[in-house]
């Protein structure tokens, strides 16, 4: 159990991201991150199917590879004249062993 807290090493955790603007027509949805070793990572996501103006990614192998801070935020086009840049936000991922 995780006690609501996301571990070094989890995978599956759903990630939802709020944009304020209507996703139907974007044609890339990322969010970029950096990992608390300060590698940086682009995740690939989707509309979530539950809010067409949030981006909905679910955690792979190595996504949360090292514990720490993870800095994050949406990025988001809609063909090449128009790409929005969201704010950033914090994620703690916590030591297995803490």
Do not use: R
């Amino acid at each position: 159990m995780t006690n609501g807290k996301i571990y070094e090493g989890d995978v599956g955790v759903k990630f939802i991201v709020t944009t304020g603007i209507d996703l139907t027509d974007a044609t890339k949805l990322q969010i970029m991150v950096t990992k608390g070793d300060l590698t940086a990572a682009t995740w690939t996501g989707a509309i979530c199917s539950t809010d067409p103006q949030a981006i909905e990614y679910t955690s792979v192998d190595n996504d949360l590879n090292v514990s720490g801070k993870y800095k994050m935020y949406a990025y988001v086009e809609k063909g090449s004249a128009s790409k929005h840049s969201g704010t950033v936000f914090v994620v703690q991922v916590y030591d297995v062993f803490k």
